[in-house]
């Protein structure tokens, strides 16, 4: 701990890595928010594995055909879009088997992932990499994405607060009042989708689906409204982030592990601590 | 034909059917304006369905739906609807006010927040409901009877000419239930009121109009009501007591 505190102020990578925490609480914050309502969580975690089929390609396409301008990253943005489409028309429109295209899209995802990763020359170690990513490598490029993310959830976020809120509530009474109930929830799947997109390419598949659902998970448990549990989530999500990096940071514990375990003891802790309460009470 | 005289809902020759289930046969239907009509029959009879195909949000097999003279998506602004709330989140994090605000969608563009007036409409339709001193308070903290009351008011918030409010009596006490039929009969002086109920005979001193949905509908005027039409609806034998007072009768299973 005393370490981190003193490395920090001199190693770029540790203030990057700082950065990519609080940055990625912006977005996480708001987009976990709306998924956990619309208990949509389950989609999240489909897109994020989903992606890894994307990255495969493109990290194959990029090895084997020589095409040094195709990124992993453009690979997962087209597979996250293609899977948040895919599984937003199914459960509008054939509500009773969405679970199972999800699950079928979150499946072959992964093993084409796996199949172009086994395909493409001196990459196979780094599966790994993309399934719990690495905080302490993140690239000024990446946190320049980040924040353009952080952008473009806010501006959304906050513009169409009040119709996501209507459609995450009540989609039915959204669209007598005549909302277009399809357009938001398909911008509301593509929106996660960018986020975790973004996020996996820099913290990894698990730490997204750890971020998007751990923090929202306890703020839920404190929160009246739905800004007042964005915040609270994304300041949890910060202080998890942060305490992940500087608690593993001295006895070299892989960050995202770290992270996550924090996060999902306290989210333990408080339910079970609500769960007592209440019972106490009646 | 006149705006005064248009019907309200004017149903004709309709039919509806579930993945080829029928759930609703040859229905024809004329409320006019400022009737007060109670849609009774057994569960599973197809009164959610009906004030769904009303709303547009079903579209029925075959047949014909006029609200008000138009369709029912272009009659939606001037529609107020209350679903059952069983069919919400409890624990969704928003409060009476965002809730009761949300009647008020849709009023202007795309974009955005909600006007003073917005604001202003939402705080009367609450206090009509007597929860404007709760407008703080979360959804999740509500008791089944407050959220009814809640999505009532979220309706009147849409300020419409017509209100479908689907089994707003359930889970209310006996007190809940006077006021809230003291609240439809002033409402019913100003708009027309179409309201689904599992039970028919506390409500009629208020209501002018039964309609039986069993498949089939048919439509009375509450002083038409005997004990041959209830058994009629329910399939089961039904004892009609009679209090003072015309047309006011409750019935029970025998």
Redesign the interface.
């Known amino acids: 701990m005393q370490q981190f505190i003193t490395d920090v102020q001199i190693y770029p990578f540790l203030q990057h890595a700082l950065l990519t925490g609080i940055l990625a609480s912006v977005a996480c914050g708001i987009i976990g928010t709306y998924v956990v309502v619309r208990r949509i969580s389950y989609i999240a975690d489909g897109i994020a594995h989903a992606v890894l089929g994307g990255m495969g390609a493109a990290l194959y396409i990029q090895k084997v055909h020589q095409m040094p301008g195709v990124l992993p990253i453009h690979g997962a943005i087209v597979t996250a879009i293609f899977a948040a489409i895919i599984i937003g028309l199914v459960s509008l429109w054939a509500k009773q088997r969405e679970d199972n295209v999800i699950s079928a899209i979150w499946a072959v995802g992964m093993a084409a992932g796996i199949i172009f990763i086994s395909r493409t020359p001196g990459y196979s170690e780094d599966l790994m990499s993309y399934l719990f990513g690495n905080i302490l490598l993140v690239s000024s490029t990446d946190l320049w994405t980040l924040a353009g993310l952080d952008f473009v959830i806010l501006v959304i976020g906050v513009l169409f607060y009040n119709q996501f809120l209507a459609v995450c509530f009540d989609d039915e009474f959204a669209r007598l009042r005549g909302l277009n109930v399809e357009f938001f929830y398909l911008l509301l799947l593509c929106l996660t989708a960018l986020t975790v997109v973004v996020l996996s390419t820099v913290v990894g598949i698990v730490m997204v689906i750890a971020l998007l659902t751990l923090p929202i998970g306890i703020a839920a448990l404190y929160s009246a409204t739905l800004w007042r549990m964005m915040i609270l989530s994304a300041i949890l999500c910060a202080a998890f982030t942060t305490s992940g990096l500087a608690l593993s940071y001295g006895p070299d514990y892989p960050a995202g592990a770290a992270t996550i375990i924090i996060a999902g003891a306290a989210y333990l802790a408080t339910t079970t601590l609500k769960w007592v309460s209440t019972r106490g009470r009646s | 034909m006149d705006e005064q005289n248009t019907p309200a809902v004017f149903v004709k020759d309709l039919w509806f059917a579930y993945n080829g289930y029928p759930a609703l046969e040859n229905v024809n239907l004329s409320i006019p304006q400022g009737d007060f009509v109670s849609v009774v029959g057994p569960n599973g009879g197809g009164k959610t369905t009906l004030l769904k195909v009303i709303?547009g949000?079903l579209r029925p097999t075959r047949g014909e739906v006029r609200v008000m003279g138009t369709t029912p998506e272009q009659a939606?602004?001037r529609?107020g609807?209350m679903?059952q709330h069983t069919?919400?989140?409890p624990?969704?994090?928003?409060?009476l006010m965002?809730?009761a605000?949300?009647?008020r969608?849709?009023r202007r563009g795309l974009?955005?927040?909600?006007s003073r007036e917005d604001k202003n409409v939402v705080s009367e339709a609450l206090k009509q409901v007597g929860l404007y001193e709760l407008r703080k308070?979360?959804f999740?903290a509500l008791s089944g009877g407050q959220r009814q009351r809640l999505l009532i008011a979220?309706a009147l918030a849409?300020e419409p000419e017509l209100l479908l409010l689907d089994e707003p009596a359930a889970n209310l006490d006996a007190v809940m239930e006077t006021d809230l039929y003291e609240l439809l009969r002033r409402l019913n002086e100003r708009l027309t009121i179409m309201m689904v109920s599992h039970d028919l005979g506390f409500v009629s001193r208020i209501i002018k109009s039964v309609i039986c949905v069993k498949r089939k509908v048919l439509m009375h005027p509450t002083t038409e009501i005997t004990g041959e039409i209830i058994n009629d609806i329910y399939g089961t034998p039904m004892r009609m007591i009679r209090h003072n007072g015309e047309g006011d009768f409750s019935c029970s299973n025998l």
């Open positions: 709303l949000l939606r602004p529609i609807y679903p069919q919400l989140d624990l969704f994090p928003a409060t965002d809730v605000l949300m009647g969608l849709g974009f955005g927040g909600y308070k979360s999740s979220r849409c």
